[in-house]
């Protein structure tokens, strides 16, 4: 039987917990801990006892417990079967967060529902050893970086989403602006997120906020961004949206030809030019558009301008009125829906059919009833999300991580672990049958 005489670990930074592979130790058996280290000593599954920095002799006198277990000697030593775990104390800055999926946020000053990323770092110490092997490390080999964050992904998502969520209402601030309160976010996370490290023995050093993004391709960015592009140009200019709609009507009724008023608007302009671009100019034209405003308008349904109330074509974008309105009359949704089973068409408010009793299930897009188990709408044409198994969450068809819990969704071969597609029926690299599988791609 070897019996191990020295027992010391020179690993990286990276590593929090290591376990020494032998565990056929001696009562002479020197071990070693370095100053950033910590050893705990395991027999049976029991912590005898933990080993500052220094060089310790493994002694029965020296440890209580274990002399109690250990009585029978062996040519002068004391042979016995033990874990060694060591515990890397120093303080591990560059543990890097970031959110898998974009979450969907509403901007509270402009009312918009946007996707938004958020990336990090974080810093963690070990401070009680013994609570963090027995509570978190348990009987793995190894415990580094990527454990941390596989560990708590739940928790930081969680908090960075309700925290960026409240900052936001709070502030009443556009998530466009998020990022001149980095600093007092990053503080806040850090508040809601260290007890719950506490409870493993870890000290969360710190928590920072580096970057929140939004898609720039994503098109309520892209509407918005746009949205605030004019608003500037009108405030170099020096006017505003209102008075920008006023001159195009203007504009519109001067140069339609067919306008009783085109040479009253001629005249007021050829004058407003004369005397200048001030409030002279504005209370003429005021006059003007309060004479053009007295003939009956209506709204063109396409482009939203103020057109004669029985001209069917608009004078600016050209669109059939009339035609317009018979096709928003006949695209009105319907408050029924029929039945999948048997075809009765009923309100989308009852939740069985009253003709077979087949239970009302929705599609998630326009509310058509689907058969039990359907995964694509045929009166939309769209794919049902499907439902994350680890949170119960609903996913939109080819999101690869849940939005909310973060868990994969990426299906793999339970035999090599490849990637393998949904409606694989055979693993494509060891040729392992799958269940649930429809046909062989």
Known sequence: MAIVDVVKYDGGPDVFAWKYPNQELGTWTQLIVNESQEALLFKGGQALD??????????????????????LPFGGRSPFTAEVWFINKIYSLDIKWGTSTPIQLQDPKYK?????????????????????????????????????????????????KD?????????????????????????????????????????LVNFFVNDINVPENDPAVMKLKDALAKRAEMEIVGYNYVQERSFDTLEGAATNKGNGQAGMMGAGMGLGMGVGLGGTFGQQMGGVAQNINLKDTKKCPKCGRDIDKTS?????????????AKQSANETPSDKVKCSNCGYEYPKNVKFCPE???????????????????????????????LCPKCGAKVPVGVKF????????????????????????????????????EKND
């Open 50 to 71: 933990l080993f500052t920095a220094g060089r310790h002799t493994l002694d029965t006198a020296n440890i209580p417990i274990l002399s109690k277990l250990i009585k």
């Open 112 to 160: 918009i529902f946007i996707p938004v990323r958020s990336f990090g770092q974080f810093g963690i110490k070990i401070m009680d050893s013994r609570k963090f092997i027995m509570k978190l490390v348990g009987t793995m080999p190894v415990f580094d970086k990527n454990t941390v964050l596989t560990y708590f992904r739940g928790l930081y998502l969680t908090k960075v």
């Open 163 to 203: 925290s960026i969520s409240a900052y936001l209402l709070k502030k009443q601030i556009s998530i466009l602006e998020i990022n001149a309160y980095l600093d007092e976010l990053s503080e806040y996370l850090k508040g809601k997120m260290e007890s719950t490290f506490e409870e493993y023995g870890i000290n």
């Open 312 to 324: 069917r074509f608009c004078n600016y974008c050209g669109v059939d009125t009339q035609s317009v």
């Open 356 to 386: 077979c009793g087949d239970p009302y299930n929705p599609c998630a897009y326009c509310g058509a009833d689907l058969k039990d188990g359907a995964t694509h709408c045929d009166a939309c044409g769209k794919d049902q999300p499907k």
């Open 402 to 437: 849940c939005p909310e819990c973060g868990a994969s969704l990426i299906r793999k071969c339970p035999k090599c672990g490849a990637a393998v597609k949904e409606n694989a029926k055979f693993c494509p690299e060891c040729g392992e049958k799958l269940a649930g599988g």
